[in-house]
């Protein structure tokens, strides 16, 4: 006996949200991927690395923006991230950045700062240049050199 039309659409809705669901974790091992293999860390690492930096920049931004970065994030980040304890601190400097990094990532303070540029230059790749913009835009002249990678 064939499927009634209801029977039908129901079997489309959940194929639907199937897809979704491998693509979404896809997207998101595919970022993480992105940051192991470039920075040469195991996944869990890279994982972790990417919460960690992601969060504390969450910190820094206006809930607009992280609102904005979230849109573009793989969903299963955004979930991921949506669980991370959050302060709102509209003025932190890099060093102040990179020890929140380095307290969530769980590394020695003098690793933070390349882990989290790493980590900013693939997140670059994966979100609109008009997103990084924004971004950018909101951070201090430190934090600005860090985002795009400069050394100080």
Same mark, same amino acid.
């Given at each position: ?24 974790g896809s997207t998101y091992a595919q970022f993480v991927r ?15 690395? /990417? ?5 504390? %920049? ?6 607009? $923006?992280? =609102?904005?970065? #979230?849109? @573009? *994030? ?31 990532a769980g590394v020695p303070e003098e690793e933070a700062e390349?882990? /989290? ?5 693939? %997140? ?6 008009? $997103?990084? =913009?924004?971004? #950018?835009? @909101? *951070? ?13």
């Amino acid at each position: 006996m064939a499927p009634t039309a209801k029977e039908h659409d129901g079997a489309d809705t959940e194929a639907r949200a199937l897809r979704h669901e491998s693509r979404a974790g896809s997207t998101y091992a595919q970022f993480v991927r992105d940051v192991a293999s470039r920075g040469g860390y195991t996944r869990e690492a890279a994982e972790r690395y /990417v919460v960690a930096t992601l969060t504390t %920049l969450e910190e820094r931004l206006p809930i607009q $923006e992280v =609102r904005a970065l #979230e849109s @573009q *994030l793989p969903t299963r980040l955004d979930g991921i991230l949506a669980f991370q304890p959050m302060l709102a601190l509209p003025t932190m400097d890099r060093s102040t950045f990179c020890w929140r990094f380095a307290v969530r990532a769980g590394v020695p303070e003098e690793e933070a700062e390349p882990i /989290v540029r790493l980590v900013f230059r693939v %997140l670059r790749l994966h979100i609109s240049a008009g $997103e990084s =913009r924004h971004i #950018e835009a @909101q *951070l201090s002249e430190d934090l600005k050199k860090l985002w795009v990678g400069l050394e100080l």
